[in-house]
Structure formats: structure tokens, C-alpha cells
């Protein structure tokens, strides 16, 4: 009687959290997909702005993002001349019901307006959710990869 319990929990589980549904990675890697180009075209209008929260690549606390400001920001920068080139590979996508995380390395070209050109490697890690049937990033973490460019 207990291995019959036992299975039903088992299916009970697996119902309630649920497999990826079909297309989930490819959802989520299109839609990244569609975030990088933005950054390499300069179109912030089509920045979602979306995390909630970022522990930035030079380090430091966690940040709370304002959308708003972020979006005023980066804007202006793209207005005064910033370009950026930013090519993500070895990319990976875990699906766990309607979380999800994406993994990979990107290798980011930043000419700032008034600075010195940006040149390395990241890794990358985005959690992402899923609500009212669209993937949204609710946290990013960037850190610099060392070597920086590897194969």
C-alpha cells in the first residue's frame, strides 16, 4: 500500500511543478536574443528593463533597480554617442516549471562617449519567470571571466 502512496506523491509532485512546457528554451532564447540586439543597435525602446534586482559586474551589494531611471540613463548615454557589442555564447537555459534560469559567457565591447573603450568576458546569469504567458527576467548577475577569452 505504501509503494502505491509513494507513486501518487511522486505524480502529484511532478503535476503540481510541472516540465517545461514545449518551446520554454526557445521562448527564453529568442527573447534574449531580441535583449542583445537592442543593446547592439542602441534601441532603448525596446529595452524591457525588466530585472528587479543586479549584482553588477565590478562587484559591490545588490542593487534595486528604478526601471524608469535606468531607462532615462541609458538613453541619454546611447543619445551621447555610447555604442556596445555584446556577443553571448555557450548559452543555457534550466526550466523548472514557470522559473527558469539562463547561464552564458558574453564577450562586451563598450565605447562610452567620454572613456576609455570596455573590452572582456562575463559570465552571465539571468532568473527568469513566468507570467501571464511571457518570460521575464527578474534578476541579473554579471562577473568578469578570467582568462578573458576563452574558447
Avoid at 546569469?125 to 511571457?134: A, C, D, R, S
Amino acid at each position: 500500500m505504501r509503494k502505491w502512496q509513494l507513486l501518487a506523491s511522486i505524480f502529484a509532485f511532478l503535476v503540481v511543478c510541472g516540465e517545461a512546457e514545449a518551446g520554454d528554451k526557445e521562448d527564453i532564447l529568442a527573447r534574449l536574443d531580441d535583449i542583445y540586439s537592442a543593446w547592439n543597435t542602441g534601441d532603448v525602446d525596446a529595452l524591457p528593463f525588466i530585472y528587479h534586482t543586479i549584482y553588477d559586474v565590478e562587484g559591490g551589494l545588490l542593487e534595486t533597480i528604478d526601471p524608469e531611471k535606468w531607462k532615462a540613463w541609458i538613453k541619454a548615454a546611447f543619445a551621447a554617442g555610447l555604442t556596445i557589442n555584446a556577443e553571448p555564447f555557450h548559452q543555457k537555459v534550466d526550466v523548472y516549471g514557470k522559473t527558469a534560469v539562463y547561464t552564458c559567457y558574453e564577450r562586451i565591447n563598450i565605447n562610452p562617449p567620454n572613456g576609455e573603450p570596455v573590452n572582456d568576458t562575463r559570465r552571465t546569469t539571468v532568473v527568469l519567470v513566468k507570467q501571464k504567458g511571457e518570460w521575464t527576467g527578474v534578476h541579473l548577475h554579471n562577473s568578469y571571466l578570467k582568462p578573458i577569452n576563452p574558447e
